[in-house]
């Protein structure tokens, strides 16, 4: 196809927003007024809808309104499935900036040249791909309203239906996910059953992707489907954009995603119907900045306020109180950092009970509540624990640190060190005390840990993503288990 080196033009204007610069203004003013108020802080990522303002502009102002508008970042990164054209990989537009009715969105066409001249199998520069598209478009009245800083946008439009190049995009964006930059991606989700299927799936599609798992939502696409839903053609019409997102992010337990706002086109009560309605969610990602692993410290009153955390809630397992929420206000950082944990019970000495997590997108001190609950009802190798034993228990916790993700074997320090090794689908994970029980060198540690914890071959751990984490150990008594 023959190239037209020149600004892309706006291809829907006065369709799906105002075509005149102070209307479209006021408009956009207007959905942040009404949009979900500012939840969350440091924001990677955001997943918004890009239909006509009129049945989503609300939902997608939630989502930009959660980034801080005085960042001043450096790439503003726009995924997007296309709607017109299949291609492998993705088309990145090189050919100028884009023209919007209140001026011109800059882009960085030096960087994005630059994508296709590294990865020419993955990336092309072909303009038609973008010519009529409108699922970036759409985003950038937003962007432009919200960020108060000059910036400049890579815009990606995904031609693949492949899971696989899905993967191999994202290894090459991932490296740029930092504060610095913003991803966004645009997507709606169900589109054409009637509103109360629409909310059922949507719910079960934006759940699967809080999960930061891509495997996850591969599943609840695949299971949607397999439901034969009248009329209902797509769960998710960026599913492969929303996917490259996840690869990106999948496995990095400083990653939280957060569903901001829904709504689908049933709502919109003039031209809206609720027979065959699309669906929109806007979703925030966000980085939690808890301190590393070589940081991390618990102080004895961080110990003693989860060891109480954790007997609260099993005791009220057998009272008339109700089971709530720990209060995080006031909680150190420590007790605010994302990152595994296990509650162990002993009775007299012997095992009653452990549940625990490596990863956790919640604070520690809600990992431990819940995890205490677990230890007391819900380990299948024993009974649950009943209110009569409650004296004769002893709760014992290990918290695992902030995984840290190391770039060289030469950073893990034996019996310091607990690893966590990660390829594709695969995983394993060792606890510090085991070089020191086992007596193991680095390579034997590594090794085990990548044949018969991953599953992946002795020598699996030098193509795979290895994290590192230290554990603290207390309990209520000290008695020796």
Same mark, same amino acid.
């Given at each position: ?49 890009? /239909? ?5 502009? #609300?939902? /997608?102002?939630?989502?930009? =309104? ?96 492949? !899971? ?21 991606? !645009? ?9 109360d299927n629409a909310t059922l799936i949507d719910a079960s599609t934006e759940k699967a992707i809080l999960e930061n798992n891509p495997q996850k939502l591969l599943d609840i696409l695949s299971e949607n489907k397999k439901k034969h839903i009248f009329n209902l053609q797509t769960s998710l019409c960026g599913w492969t954009s929303v996917l490259t997102l996840l690869y990106m992010t999948g496995n990095d337990s ?9 709504? =689908? ?27 590393? =692993? ?26 008339? #109180? ?24 002993? #009775? ?67 019996? #310091? ?52 984490f230290t554990a603290t150990v207390f309990g209520e008594k000290k008695t020796t288990h």
């Open positions: 196809m023959e190239k037209n080196h020149t600004d892309r033009k706006p291809a829907v204007a006065g369709q799906f927003y105002p075509s005149k610069a102070d209307l479209l203004e006021k408009e956009v003013m207007n959905y942040y007024k009404e949009a979900v108020v500012k939840k969350h802080d440091n924001v990677r990522a955001v997943i918004c809808p890009h /239909a006509g303002y009129i049945f989503s502009g #609300k939902t /997608a102002a939630s989502g930009f =309104n959660q980034i801080d508008e005085n960042t001043k970042y450096k790439l503003v990164f726009i995924l997007a499935s296309s709607h017109h054209y299949y291609f492998n990989g993705a088309s990145v537009y090189c050919d100028g900036n884009f023209l919007m009715p209140y001026g011109v969105e800059t882009v960085d066409t030096k960087f994005c040249k630059s994508l296709i001249e590294n990865q020419p199998d993955l990336f092309t520069d072909d303009p038609i791909v973008h010519t009529n598209e409108h699922s970036i478009e759409v985003q950038l009245p937003f962007l432009h309203y919200k960020l108060k800083n000059d910036y400049a946008i890579v815009p990606i439009i995904l031609g693949t239906s492949d !899971s696989e190049t899905c993967s191999r995009l994202a290894e090459i964006l991932k490296p740029f996910m930092t504060k610095e930059n913003l991803f966004v991606i !645009s997507t709606d989700f169900s589109h054409y059953p009637d509103y400083s990653i939280t995603y957060h569903g901001v706002d829904y709504r =689908n086109s049933g709502d919109e009560k003039v031209y809206g119907n609720r027979h065959e309605v699309v669906g929109y969610w806007s979703i925030a990602v966000t980085e939690n900045n808890s301190l590393s =692993n070589d940081e991390f410290y618990l102080t004895e009153e961080d110990k003693t306020s989860l060891l109480r955390e954790a007997r609260s809630s099993i005791e009220k397992l057998f009272t008339n #109180k109700k089971v709530t929420q720990p209060d995080l206000s006031g909680c150190s950082d420590a007790l605010n950092a994302h990152c595994g944990a296990f509650v162990t019970l002993y #009775k007299r000495k012997k095992l009653r009970g452990c549940i625990g997590m490596i990863l956790s997108n919640e604070p520690l001190l809600k990992t431990v509540h819940e995890m205490a609950i677990s230890a007391a009802k819900r380990d299948y190798r024993f009974s649950p624990v009943t209110a009569e034993e409650l004296n004769e228990i002893d709760i014992e916790i290990s918290v695992l640190s902030p995984l840290k993700k190391i770039k060289d074997i030469s950073e893990i320090e034996l019996g #310091k060190h607990g690893i966590y090794i990660v390829k594709g689908y695969s995983s394993g994970v060792f606890l510090p005390q085991v070089a020191e029980e086992t007596g193991w060198d680095l390579e034997n540690y590594l090794g085990h840990c990548a044949r018969d914890k991953a599953g992946i071959g002795w020598d699996g751990w030098k193509e795979a993503i290895i994290y590192t």
